[in-house]
Each structure stands twice: as C-alpha cells, then as structure tokens.
C-alpha cells in the first residue's frame, strides 16, 4: 500500500502517550483517565507512532485518513487554557487567558 496521505497528530501533556501493537492494527491511547482507550485501526489507514506523543496515519484514501485523524483527536481535545491533549501537527491554537488578580 503506498501512503499518499500523511496525518501527524502530536499529544501535548504529562504522561499522556500512544503506542502501537506490533500487527498496528490497534491504537492505545493513554491520556490520563482511568483506562487506557483502544481505537481499532481500520483497514484502509495505517498508523505508526514515531515517539510516544507523536502520531502518523497514512493511507491513499483522503477521506478515510483525516476522518481516523478526527476519531484519535475526540477522545482528548486540546483544553483552551493550558493547551493539553491532542491536536494536528499544523494546528494554531489559541489560548484564554486565566483569571486576572
């Protein structure tokens, strides 16, 4: 399967990581709740984890790929205030400011 279609997702915060099994078939996601959450990986996308806060899915299949990318984003949004949890590698986010004394 050739990539035409690269997706890097990169997650922001103290020991939230993602890892791989060795098939890649299934996706772990630690992010700082009580269980780990296991995304199955469909067959049209791979995904690879190149460090452990950072994220590739590729595929040829644009849709497919982007629509994976927005599964492994949703399950930890980046916060508006300290910025943490998972976001695009390209992604401009802008952050509140907290409380004024």
């Known amino acids: 399967m050739e990539a035409?279609?690269?997706c890097f997702?990169?997650?922001?915060?103290?020991?939230y990581k993602a890892s791989t099994n060795p098939q890649?078939?299934?996706?772990?996601?630690?992010?700082?709740?009580?269980h780990e959450i296991r995304l199955q990986v469909?067959?049209?996308?791979r995904v690879f984890c190149f460090k452990p806060n950072l994220i590739c899915c590729t595929g040829i299949d644009h849709q497919k790929v982007t629509q994976f990318a927005a599964s492994i984003k949703s399950c930890k949004p980046p916060e508006v205030y300290k910025g943490k949890g998972i976001q695009y590698?390209?992604?401009i986010l802008h952050k509140k400011q907290g409380k004024k004394k």
């Open 4 to 6: 035409k279609l690269f």
């Open 9 to 15: 997702l990169e997650i922001i915060g103290v020991g």
């Open 24 to 34: 890649g078939s299934i996706l772990y996601l630690k992010l700082g709740f009580s």
């Open 42 to 45: 469909t067959s049209a996308v």
């Open 89 to 91: 590698r390209n992604e």
